[in-house]
């Protein structure tokens, strides 16, 4: 079992370390981790955010650990420099089309939460983001009209292959979960979104024992702060998915709790958690580390078919967090090792 750790920039190697930590704690057998650099921290050591050798050490891995890329300092660099293009080539190039990420309230969370109490209590919903497609992947440029005025254009678009696999992915969720799936388009706008809606339709005849709906994102976004409780499934393409999936994570209490899987074809998965670099307090030590270790749990279900170990490491989080365990994001004094000693404590 090979994983490949990829800390990246900002309290990426901070959040990462701890998730490290509690990997190693659990004393897999035959388990190696191999470290290497992406991102910012790739580009200053490599001159480029993916290098060869990174990809190919992600390639030839059973599973991904990735901490977080993006570096303010690289945000004038030509887009290709980037640190944020590691993440979308590792997506892009690896085939990591389906991207899970749950929400749910943890016991004694509920006051944390952007939310009453009573609405904050009933989230538990999993959010299915298209990683392959969209806007994020299309043409895109930067161009200076006949009179002079600048003007950018990004190509939003998806193919029915495209979204038919991922349809499938959270039509299956559904089947495990509350047997309910909301897809959320723009498609009364959109002729992106009307074929989305139109394919997701077709897969629902494969799926009968799923209560399908669907939803406009700009309603979804109500609904989510609205009465959260009463999304199971939701499939969304990769633009909306990224917002709504941020949203969410206020909705639980904080985005250092949100973690995710993102799947290919076969077992090869990278887990991930869903915030960024932060710059605004990378190196003090105060980043919750909660979403990559729960992000490290995924890994482990997903790629490695360690349930038990995953839940393991779940319970552990959710028990440190039930004995008053916060970090500065939940309004604590838990600093990022000292949520990784509680972590491990009760691993
Ligand atoms: P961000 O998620 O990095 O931070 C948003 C806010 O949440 C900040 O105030 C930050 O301090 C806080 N925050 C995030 N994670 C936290 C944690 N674990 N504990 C405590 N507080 C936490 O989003 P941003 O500021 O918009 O982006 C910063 C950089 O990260 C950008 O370069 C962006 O492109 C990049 N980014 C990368 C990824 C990724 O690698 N997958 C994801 C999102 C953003
Ligand atoms: C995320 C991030 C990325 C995205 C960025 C860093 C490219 O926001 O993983 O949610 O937009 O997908
Ligand atoms: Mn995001």
């Not at 370390?17 to 050591?45: K, M, W």
């Amino acid at each position: 079992m090979k994983i490949a750790v990829l800390p990246g920039d900002g309290i990426g190697p901070e959040v990462t370390a701890e998730a490290v930590r509690v990997l190693e704690a659990l004393g897999l057998p035959g388990l190696t981790l191999a470290h290497a650099d992406v991102g910012g921290a790739a580009y200053r050591q490599h001159g480029h955010p993916l290098p060869a050798a990174t990809l190919e050490l992600a390639r030839s891995s059973d599973a991904i650990l990735f901490g977080a890329v993006g570096d303010p300092t690289c945000d004038n660099l030509e887009r290709a420099l980037r640190p944020e293009q590691a993440i979308l080539g590792l997506r892009k190039e690896l085939g990591l089309f389906a991207n899970l990420r749950p929400a749910k309230v943890f016991k004694g969370l509920e006051d944390t939460s952007a939310l009453r109490p009573e609405v904050a209590g009933a989230i538990d919903l999993l959010i299915v983001r298209e990683l392959n497609g969209d806007v994020y992947f299309g043409d895109k440029g930067m161009t200076t009209l006949p009179d002079g005025r600048r003007q950018g254009w990004d190509m939003m678009s998806y193919a029915e292959d495209e979204v038919r696999r991922i349809a499938h992915v959270a039509f299956r969720a559904a089947q495990g979960r509350r047997g309910k799936l909301c897809s959320v388009d723009k498609a009364n706008v959109l002729e992106t979104s009307q074929l989305w809606r139109d394919v997701v339709c077709e897969v629902a005849c494969e799926y009968p024992d799923v209560a399908l709906s669907h939803m406009y994102v700009d309603n979804a976004a109500m609904q989510l702060v609205r009465s959260p409780g009463q999304f199971d499934v939701i499939v969304t393409g990769n633009l909306f998915g990224d917002i709504l999936s941020d949203q969410a994570s206020m909705c639980v209490g904080s985005i250092g709790l949100l973690a995710s899987a993102s799947l290919s074809e076969g077992t090869l998965g990278l887990y991930e958690p869903i915030h960024g670099s932060a710059p605004d307090i990378a190196g003090q030590g105060k980043a919750n580390p909660m979403a990559t270790v729960l992000s490290a749990a995924m890994l482990l279900r997903h790629s490695l078919g360690l349930e038990a170990e995953a839940a393991r490491v779940e319970t552990a989080v959710a028990k440190a967090l039930a004995d008053g365990v916060r970090g500065s994001d939940l309004g604590g004094s838990h600093g990022t090792v000292a949520i990784g000693d509680a972590i491990l404590e009760r691993l």
